[in-house]
DNA sequence: CGAGCAACCTGCATGC
DNA sequence: TGCATGCAGGTTGCTC
């Protein structure tokens, strides 16, 4: 779910929470995630969150003893709130849950010598947390990723050289967290349509020019949807609870049928690698 | 090596 | 109203 923009906006969101207090609980409801949530982390008790840092759509905690690693999935998110409020989130107007009785999907809380909790929810269990006691970057699955494609280590040069010789579709490409990391099926579908490339256009035979608008589409609209706070379809939402604002800017993404705002042909949706990609067939060539 | 696809899990929209 | 079906922001790991 969440792409680069979401947890960029959960980043920031819990940082100034969290960034420098000490663990003083660790509630775990549900641990069987992704994979299961190792019995390490209980050892954190105690210690202090020394930096929060995002790498791709993994989350890095900081701490004395090692690393956290948190991926949200496709329907994790993070909630601040205090401790013994379980009242005031706009999650929680529902009344399915009385209070103090924890929200459904709740899988993991920490709280803090602050007085805050922060509360991961993960509906469809496709998130992570993980422990390590080296180098983060080394991990298994953080080490063989690709360029942040903020950075000025995604460019023209290495997008185009990732696309030499491979016949696979050009969206494939851009979501493929070895060429670049936390380009999803939302931005992938709404960089294409900036750049005016058709998705199914073989990467292998598009030109450096093409490339490089390519590389700048998705630059800006990675950059635009942080300002916006992400996207929120249905689960995602911001660590105050707030809702993300991008939704309204979207060109294509879930707009089959809706008229393009370029030339004002039908929008389509067809199937690419079992995901649904969004595009104007006149403007994407 | 690359391409294709099943798997993990829950909730929601749609159609009969 | 109920039930079956298909779809959803991601990623690994299998087969060919």
Excluded at 132 to 148: C, F, M, V, W, Y
Excluded at 164 to 175: D, E
């Amino acid at each position: 779910m969440p792409e680069l923009p979401e947890v960029e906006t959960t980043l920031r969101g819990i940082t100034p929470h969290i960034k420098g207090q000490t663990i003083s609980k660790i509630i775990i409801r549900q641990r069987q995630l992704r994979w299961p949530i190792p019995d390490e982390i209980k050892s954190l008790t105690g210690l202090p969150v020394e930096e929060i840092t995002r790498r791709g759509k993994y989350l890095f905690w900081q701490t004395p003893a090692g690393h956290l690693i948190w991926h949200l999935g496709m329907s994790g998110s993070m909630l601040i709130l205090p401790i013994d409020d379980e009242s005031e989130s706009p999650r929680r107007q529902s009344h399915e849950f009385t209070k103090h009785e924890p929200e459904k999907h709740e899988h993991v809380v920490f709280e803090f010598n602050n007085g805050l909790s922060l509360r991961y929810r993960d509906p469809r269990r496709f998130g992570a947390l993980l422990f390590t006691a080296d180098d983060p970057n080394q991990h298994k699955l953080i080490r063989s990723l690709g360029p942040e494609p903020l950075q000025s280590e995604f460019n023209t040069d290495t997008l185009y050289q990732a696309c030499r010789n491979r016949t696979a579709p050009i969206k494939h490409l851009i979501m493929d967290s070895h060429i670049v990391v936390g380009v999803g099926n939302i931005y992938a579908c709404e960089a294409l349509y900036l750049a005016g490339i058709n998705p199914k256009r073989k990467a292998g035979k598009i030109s450096k020019q093409r490339i490089e608008k390519l590389v700048s589409a998705i630059k800006t609209v990675l950059q635009a949807a942080i300002n916006q706070g992400g996207t929120t379809l249905q689960d995602f939402n911001q660590a105050d609870g707030k809702p993300g604002y991008f939704k309204q800017s979207l060109n294509v993404y879930g707009q089959r049928g809706r008229p393009c705002s370029i030339c004002s042909s039908k929008i389509r949706q067809i199937k690419q690698a079992q995901r649904s990609t969004f595009y104007c067939a006149n403007c994407q060539r």
